[in-house]
């Protein structure tokens, strides 16, 4: 009798062991999930430094360093109009330290434009989107044309002879200028470049007649241009001046929305930690004034009304770039 009683507690007393141990090993794998971020992480712009993109994340970085714990490194990887960077986020390990800068239309149109844009849209796997800038074409303040009327009538009576800088081919800028040639009958030369910096760089020094150029740059350097139009919806306020295409007759918008992203496999509490972060820095009412004073457009959408607002965009731009190609531009 007395042996039997001490295998019954030994045995109580091995199986309460085990239990204890797969508590502990629950509670470090939850602990361990809890933890993140415990390392710096990386905040890849995939266009060059100085441009809206690089703007936004600059403005960010100190905020996010404080609600993340840890350091948050920018890096450049430009080309391609953002599929270089693209490209490289969604094969990176999808454990939180790497994430990477995106804008709309650009993912959509690089992988519907070329046969091997090194990602698919539906791979980039949003968390936030914070921002646009409404596209504007401009103009020197030397220049002959005077209103939008002018600009087209002079295209149309020199097809080819207008230069028009922007930003990537196959991007946000490039589709404004193909919708625009679509719509006018009028026949551009686009001029793209890597980013929004040196855009404005070759306008601002007469290297091109005329940009699309992005609000906020528009803006800044609103003392050396005459804006002829802009792409918003409504008119821009802090460029309230200025004439929507619709006003003028032209069935229109055009705007850049920028978010950040994750690669695909990231886990949801992962894309969640990140997720409020960003958020938190994009509901703030005095970065939201400040973007607004600077030429920007706020925007707070979460990750997942980010990812349906994505879904209904590539619906959008798949029908215009179709559209565009099949009248042979």
């Known amino acids: 009798m007395r042996k039997s009683l001490f295998v019954i507690i030994s045995l109580f007393f091995l199986l309460s062991l085990a239990i204890l141990a797969g508590c502990s090993q629950s509670g470090d794998k939850q602990a361990g999930q809890n933890e993140y971020p415990t390392k710096p992480v990386t905040y890849m712009i995939p266009f060059n430094p100085g441009g809206q993109s690089d703007l936004e994340a600059r403005r960010q970085q100190p905020r996010l360093e404080e609600q993340l714990g840890q350091s948050v490194v920018i890096k450049y990887k430009d080309g391609g109009g953002g599929a270089v960077g693209w490209s490289e986020l969604v094969n990176k390990k999808p454990d939180g330290y790497n994430i990477g800068g995106f804008n709309i239309p650009h993912i959509i149109l690089q992988p519907l434009s070329r046969e091997n844009a090194g ?170 004034e400040q973007m607004i004073k600077e030429g920007f457009e706020p925007k707070a959408m979460n990750a997942a009304e980010a990812e349906q607002y994505i879904k209904e965009k590539t619906e959008t731009y798949s029908d215009i770039l179709a559209e565009v190609m099949a009248a042979g531009q």
């Open 119 to 288: 990602y698919q849209t539906e791979q980039i796997v949003p968390v936030a989107i914070f921002q646009a800038t409404p596209i504007g074409l401009a103009v020197p303040q030397n220049s002959p044309y005077e209103s939008f009327a002018d600009f087209i009538a002079a295209a149309k009576a020199k097809p080819g002879n207008i230069t028009v800088g922007g930003s990537g081919t196959y991007s946000g800028h490039h589709l404004a200028l193909l919708q625009l040639e679509k719509i006018s009958g009028a026949q551009l030369e686009y001029v793209p470049f890597t980013g929004a910096a040196p855009q404005m760089q070759a306008f601002l020094g007469g290297h091109v007649q005329a940009i699309l150029g992005n609000s906020n740059d528009l803006v800044q350097h609103s003392d050396k241009m005459k804006v002829l139009a802009i792409g918003s919806e409504e008119r821009f306020k802090p460029l309230a001046d200025v004439p929507t295409f619709k006003e003028l007759g032209y069935d229109m918008t055009a705007s850049i929305d920028r978010g950040v992203a994750v690669p695909p496999g990231t886990g949801e509490q992962i894309v969640k930690v990140l997720e409020d972060a960003f958020m938190e820095i994009a509901n703030d009412q005095a970065v939201q």
